[in-house]
Structures are given as structure tokens and as C-alpha cells.
């Protein structure tokens, strides 16, 4: 649990918990599950090596209560799938995606391509008349799978 107001750490009880802010580098460790040996189950900031992005958190906290109640009534956890939560940087344009890259796709083995395609090409945009950017998608050459997409684009 992190704040930016000055003593909000220390009241929150975090480091009482054992917690550590970023800055020092000794945040909670949490693994797939996001279960977290500090505090039960962890989400958001505080989970080392976790993107940093408002739906990474979101999916998280949603899996880690569901991992919850799923341990208080004996059954397995879940683990997280990162490479299914999109993320967005809200810049000026904004940047988002969800999936692999095709550096990433190939790093991994994946046969993959990308194509790309203007916003002025593609109908949603121009009805918004937001044409502006361009979208990627990165698809899996050997079974027709999209493994990722990428946009730039305003809001």
C-alpha cells in the first residue's frame, strides 16, 4: 500500500506488516497467485514485477479477492495472465495494447507478423472523426491467432 502524502505509509500500518515503500526497493513479493507472504494476497504497486498500469492493478485486486475465497474454501488458486490485461499510457496520444509484441512474440518462438493499419483507414475512427494514430496487431502466422494489438491514438 503506497501513498504520495507525507506520514500516509506509516498510519496505513504497511510497514508494521513488513511492507517497504519502491524507493526502497523491498516491496511484496506475491508470485502468479498474488499471494503474498507479508499480507495474504497483494495487488497493484505494491506487487514486485508487476506492470505498472491501472488495469494491471484492477485485475489483480479482482483476482487476488477471488484467490481469496478461493483458499478460505479450500480450492486452488488462480494465476494471472498478464499477457491478457490491456494497459494504456494516458499521454497526448495515448499508447495502449494488450498481448506480445512481435520482438516479444519472436523471443518467444512464436511465428509471428504484424500489420499495421491508419486510424484514417478505419471506419470507428472515422465516424469519430479521430483519425489521427495507428493501430498494430501481431498475429500467430501458424494458427491465424491475433497475440497482440497496439494503438496510438487519442482518446
Same mark, same amino acid.
Request: glycine share 8%; aromatic share 6%.
Given at each position: 500500500?503506497?501513498?504520495?502524502?507525507?506520514?500516509?505509509?506509516?498510519?496505513?500500518?504497511?510497514?508494521?506488516?513488513?511492507?517497504?515503500?519502491?524507493?526502497?526497493?523491498?516491496?511484496?513479493?506475491?508470485?502468479?497467485?498474488?499471494?503474498?507472504?507479508?499480507?495474504?494476497?497483494?495487488?497493484?504497486?505494491? =506487487? /514486485?514485477?508487476?506492470?505498472?498500469?491501472?488495469?494491471? *492493478?484492477? !485485475?489483480? $485486486?479482482?483476482? @487476488?479477492?477471488?484467490?481469496?475465497?478461493?483458499?478460505?474454501?479450500?480450492?486452488?488458486?488462480?494465476?494471472?495472465?498478464?499477457?491478457?490485461?490491456?494497459?494504456?499510457?494516458?499521454?497526448?496520444?495515448? =499508447? /495502449?495494447?494488450?498481448?506480445?509484441?512481435?520482438?516479444? *512474440?519472436? !523471443?518467444? $518462438?512464436?511465428? @509471428?507478423?504484424?500489420?499495421?493499419?491508419?486510424?484514417?483507414?478505419?471506419?470507428?475512427?472515422?465516424?469519430?472523426?479521430?483519425?489521427?494514430?495507428?493501430?498494430?496487431?501481431?498475429?500467430?502466422?501458424?494458427?491465424?491467432?491475433?497475440?497482440?494489438?497496439?494503438?496510438? *491514438?487519442?482518446?
Amino acid at each position: 500500500m503506497e501513498s504520495h502524502e507525507p506520514g500516509a505509509r506509516e498510519a496505513s500500518g504497511s510497514h508494521a506488516r513488513g511492507l517497504q515503500s519502491r524507493e526502497t526497493r523491498k516491496i511484496c513479493r506475491s508470485g502468479d497467485h498474488l499471494r503474498s507472504p507479508e499480507m495474504g494476497y497483494a495487488a497493484g504497486d505494491c =506487487v /514486485a514485477d508487476s506492470p505498472q498500469f491501472v488495469y494491471t *492493478a484492477a !485485475a489483480e $485486486g479482482k483476482l @487476488a479477492a477471488l484467490n481469496a475465497l478461493r483458499t478460505i474454501n479450500n480450492r486452488e488458486p488462480e494465476k494471472i495472465d498478464y499477457s491478457v490485461v490491456p494497459w494504456v499510457v494516458f499521454t497526448t496520444p495515448a =499508447v /495502449a495494447g494488450v498481448g506480445v509484441s512481435l520482438i516479444d *512474440a519472436r !523471443a518467444k $518462438g512464436i511465428d @509471428a507478423e504484424a500489420s499495421s493499419s491508419p486510424l484514417n483507414l478505419l471506419p470507428g475512427a472515422l465516424v469519430q472523426q479521430s483519425t489521427q494514430g495507428f493501430v498494430t496487431l501481431v498475429r500467430d502466422k501458424s494458427d491465424d491467432r491475433i497475440v497482440g494489438a497496439f494503438v496510438l *491514438a487519442e482518446e
